[in-house]
């Protein structure tokens, strides 16, 4: 019911902190399967003084505009290219949209279809209803990244573009995008590359050399990528990131926007009123994490999540998935829905909808964490 009389601010946050109190807390330990993470203080201090900005009306924002282009800019470079196009926008999910509409848009074709692997993220399957795009699902080999072959002979003149995935959503696996790009030059079309986990992580797990395939603009097929800021990246939700190779593929989204405070200009997000304070924070943590403070969020959490699978084999009854890529560890027991369930029981927030649990190593999740869980994942198993 809508309150005929206002209550006090102690009032209103009291009621709310016990009304969110069920919650699971990032920095509680308990939350293994999620590819968020608490945000870095720092982000936190700049989204509060800059909360008011809104990128949706950039002519009266225009400070925040061209760091939202910095940001942009930064990333293209992590990404490999001098400089590329796109926007700080709400996740991965838009930024996924955005890349199918540009292709969709320039191809021109009537009855639009997009080859994508078995193992992409439902972010698509939201792109293909809403922009009517068919999408042909494309068979993952026995490593479970995307068989090439398979995308190859699914190729028809109505293909308007070709997903690869830089770690994929539930087993951190990185498809062969050098052979993608390969694929995508031969036939012209364009390369999409899902690096909405793995961008945060593959270039600084890269340079601490881990053996990864490329995945970004070095290869002259990639034509865009999503990198989520909100994910490996440190930064309060909402932060997603498109990047496009081309110009072109921002003009062929943009929509005029007439009547807006700051005067008329072309937009290209799905959202209109957007976060100006997130793009900033974006910007922010770049700058003060720098590839070197990334590199070490990264280290720590490949080292603990290739110790955490070894734990995990030595645990009857466990079996991994398959050996860990990024910082993303799946197992399957014997009674999968039971081991989810009492594990759930006992308060870790984990999910095993497709087949295996999916433990995320973010940032916040420590080897103390992981004993505990070892330690009910064994007990959980045994009985
Ligand atoms: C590979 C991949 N792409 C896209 C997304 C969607 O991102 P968001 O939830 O930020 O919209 C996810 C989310 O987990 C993902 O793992």
Redesign the pocket.
């Known amino acids: 019911m809508f309150p005929e009389r206002g209550e006090s601010e102690e009032e209103v946050l009291e009621e709310l902190r016990r009304k969110t109190s069920e919650d699971l807390t990032f920095d509680s330990g308990k939350i293994l399967g999620s ?1 968020c993470t608490y945000p870095h203080p720092f982000a936190i201090r700049v989204i509060t003084e800059f909360i008011d900005r809104n990128l949706g009306d950039p002519g009266l924002h225009v400070g925040s505009r061209k760091i939202e282009e910095e940001a942009v800019g930064m990333l293209s470079n992590l990404l490999g290219l001098e400089k590329g196009y796109g926007h700080i926008v ?7 949209i955005l890349a199918v509409r540009a292709f969709r848009n320039l191809a021109g074709v009537e009855e639009p279809e997009l080859i994508l692997p078995k193992s ?2 439902f ?1 698509f399957i939201k792109a293909g209803e809403m922009l009517g795009v068919k999408l042909v699902w494309a068979k993952l080999k026995r490593d479970y990244s995307v068989d090439v072959k398979d995308v190859e002979e699914k190729i028809t003149d109505n293909t308007i573009g070709i997903i690869g ?1 830089a ?3 539930g087993l951190g696996v990185v498809d062969d995008i050098p052979a993608l790009s390969d694929l995508a030059l031969e036939y012209g079309i364009p390369l999409h590359v ?1 690096a ?3 961008g945060f992580v593959i270039p600084f797990a890269k340079a601490l050399g881990y053996d990864i395939p490329d995945f970004d603009f070095r290869l002259k097929g990639v034509k865009s990528i ?1 990198i ?1 800021p ?2 490996m990246g440190m930064v309060p939700i ?1 932060a ?1 990131g498109i990047i496009f190779r081309e110009k072109k593929y921002i003009d062929a989204i943009s929509v005029l926007a007439p009547y807006l405070a700051g005067g008329r200009i072309w937009q290209a997000t799905i959202t209109g009123t957007r976060p100006g304070a997130n793009a900033l924070a974006v910007w922010a943590m770049i700058k003060h994490l720098g590839f070197e403070g990334y590199k070490k969020i990264v280290r720590q959490a490949m080292e603990l999540s290739r110790w955490f699978a070894k734990e995990l084999k030595k645990i009857p009854g466990v079996h991994l998935i398959r050996e860990p890529v990024l910082n993303i560890v799946s197992f399957s027991t014997k009674n999968l829905e039971k081991t989810e369930r009492e594990l759930k029981r006992r308060g870790w927030g984990i999910s095993a909808h497709r087949g295996y649990i999916r433990i995320v190593l973010m940032p916040h999740v420590r080897k103390e964490h992981l004993e505990e869980f070892l330690g009910d994942l064994r007990e959980v198993v045994k009985e």
């Open positions: 590819m709400s996740g991965g999910t838009e930024a996924n992409a993220h972010s995935i770690g994929t959503t899902d909405a986990f793995g999503t989520d909100h994910k909402p997603g």
